[in-house]
């Protein structure tokens, strides 16, 4: 709670309370696509768009071929045209439940790893999710997937895969 005792009294006060909730309150859960240059306050003039439904709560968003993703607890993934923000889709991959990983992209695909152990490997573009296939890993998955060359890498909470063409290598 150190953190919020902003007076170093060792107790959250009222003062505390306060400065805290007026913080939260001009808070906005956004993602923005900004232009690059410009000098000072840039808000208005180098805002290209502005999204804010459905963000996730801890996974970062990816871009990949022109496109954003974003997949937020329920399993449900987002997809905005990366220079309009115009939303392409939003729609659940079935089974997914929580998610801490982020996604990633390779060879026209995405991987998005679950807190339940579930990745879902999704064919990238197109105004609806295509899922290829799934699998589940049997126990909690934190860590984003890493891609290195032609392997994907998942960690589990017990385990390290490495999966692809001269995996077991």
Known sequence: MRGMDKNVNDAINSDDWELMTSISNRTKNLLVAIEQGGEGDITESHVSWSYRKGLPYVPSP?????????MRDGGILSSLNADTGQLYFESKIEGAGKYYASPVAANGHLYVASLDGLVSVIKAGGNEPE????ANFGESIFATPAIVNDKIYVRTETKLYALGSGAGK
């Open 62 to 70: 990816l871009f990949y071929e022109d496109r954003i993703y974003m």
């Open 131 to 134: 899922l290829i296939h799934q």
